[in-house]
């Protein structure tokens, strides 16, 4: 979980434990990272206006870009 930070962008792989959970495919926004035993990552999920929190040891995803990349970029 280190290397997810506020401002990565995500795709979830699976949800397996939501009662309502975030269709697999989905993409979202990194907004906040806790650490430790209850350690949970706040995304803002693209196209569906929901914000809702992964569970690291639970919840599969994988970071497929950063937002503090892309400015980079678009300001060389």
Known sequence: MASVKPGDYI???HMPDDPDPIP??????????T????AQITVDW???NRT????????RFEI???????NEEESQ
């Open 64 to 70: 497929i870009g950063s937002a503090k990349n892309e």
């Open 52 to 59: 809702l929190t992964l569970i690291p040891s639970v919840d």
């Open 11 to 13: 795709r979830l792989i």
């Open 35 to 38: 650490d430790g035993p209850l």
């Open 24 to 33: 697999a495919g989905s993409e979202g926004l990194v907004i906040d990272v």
């Open 46 to 48: 693209m196209g569906i």
